[in-house]
DNA sequence: GAATTAAGGTTCCATAATGGAACTCAAAAA
DNA sequence: TTTTTGAGTTCCATTATGGAACCTTAATTC
């Protein structure tokens, strides 16, 4: 079975990954998650070269997992913005982000954390929140940096980090 | 940045994702939480060429994420079973299942649905319990037949489909 | 007012990943 | 003795990807 023929699958696993199984969209719909919205971002981001974004961020526009809008019309320049369709998908972001956090952590710790806004406490496992067991969403949570970013920080490490900037706009949010 | 250098991102989803991010790995980890275990068990499950699932199979080895058993020493064949780390990708499964069955499934309804062995009830939220709001785990949820699969089954459809006889001895599993 | 920059792409080509089919190997069954 | 089965490998044609260069429109800079 070529992977193009995967959504036949009756699995809601296949046809799901048939949408976001790809290598880049994960990430792509990670930094949408953070704030991203512009193709210039996404590119500085992720490193990924122009012709894969466009049609990854086309094919998700597609999908109804992202909508373009128009914010400059003399620009003609877009920005992309998760749909409630997207949105859902926080709970499959969140629980890679733990395992990722458990079993693929560096010594520095997770390099970002997750703060309940309900309660204010961090999200430690997949969906639920550790203090208050309250439901999960990303309207309710908050990005701030972790260890794994700010001690190398400290550090002077992440000098060139690309995505420095990204996370730095996060912490202000979270201020 | 090509894909293979993606782990150098200070990021837990990046990765995560540079393990089982890739295509087929996941639903390979789906079948692992079925109950396969065999080569062949696999291939025929995912119509997935030999030498691509020896690769994935390796692959997840030695990530240890699954663990290579021998069951018959005489015919040295072996059987792939998930470890604790793997057990623990569990919450990502479920989200991407409940996902899944939300946005993408047809008209017939979800083709697997998850019951919570402590509360007996199933499962609708990423990763916690609807009914009792309990934690979610590989070892306390039994996988039964969903409405997607039985309305198709009861029509005469699934004549070949190859994952059948897996969807069979589920069911006997949870009778 | 000419040249440069920026956003958001597209085109071209060489390299890497994948699918399909055929082949291997060891042991058991017919 | 031949066939079958599980678990792979090898070979090759097709497809996907990365890198670099190019394009277009509007704004800025010299």
Redesign the pocket.
Known sequence: ????EIDSQVCSIARTLSIIG??WTMLILRDCFLGVT???DFQKSLG?????L?DR?GKLVDAEILKKHIYDE??????YKLTKKGIELYPVLMSLVSWGDKWTADKDGAPLEYIHQPCGHKINAGAACEHCDGAVSAFTVTPILGPGIMKKVKRGELVDFDSQEMYTSIKQKSN
């Open positions: 079975m070529r992977w193009d790809d290598k512009r193709f210039s990924i070269t122009k012709h894969r466009s961020l003399s620009y003609r320049r877009h920005e």
